[in-house]
Nanobody
Framework: VQLQASGGGLVQAGGSLRLSCAAS????????MGWYRQAPEKQRELVAV???????RYTDSVKGRFIISRDNAKNTIYLQMNSLKSDDTGVYYC?????WGHGTQVTVSS
């Protein structure tokens, strides 16, 4: 499967962004899909995952601020990011079944 992430950009602290990840095929076949991010000079970390039944999990630092969702009809997952902080800056990647999309840059200015 090919994944295409979009929606990144430059935003002030406290602002919001919505990331999208479009898959080349049906995402209903993928039990788990998720978002990772990589900050400069840091390792890639898991941000959020969602299963086919809609169960979600988040890393502690984004709980209450980020929401992951999926639209099987559009073969797309989303990451709504609110109350953004400078620590959220990084390249965001979507992932499923061993496939990685090209990242989208998120920069939060303080």
């Amino acid at each position: 499967v090919q994944l295409q992430a979009s929606g990144g950009g430059l935003v002030q602290a406290g602002g919001s962004l919505r990331l999208s990840c479009a898959a080349s095929g049906s995402i209903s076949n993928f039990a788990v899909m998720g978002w990772y991010r990589q900050a400069p000079e840091k390792q890639r970390e898991l941000v959020a995952v969602i299963t086919t039944d809609g169960t979600t999990r988040y890393t502690d630092s984004v709980k209450g601020r980020f929401i992951i969702s999926r639209d099987n009809a559009k073969n797309t997952i989303y990451l709504q990011m609110n109350s953004l902080k400078s620590d959220d800056t990084g390249v965001y990647y979507c992932w499923t079944a061993g496939s990685w999309g090209h990242g989208t840059q998120v920069t939060v200015s303080s």
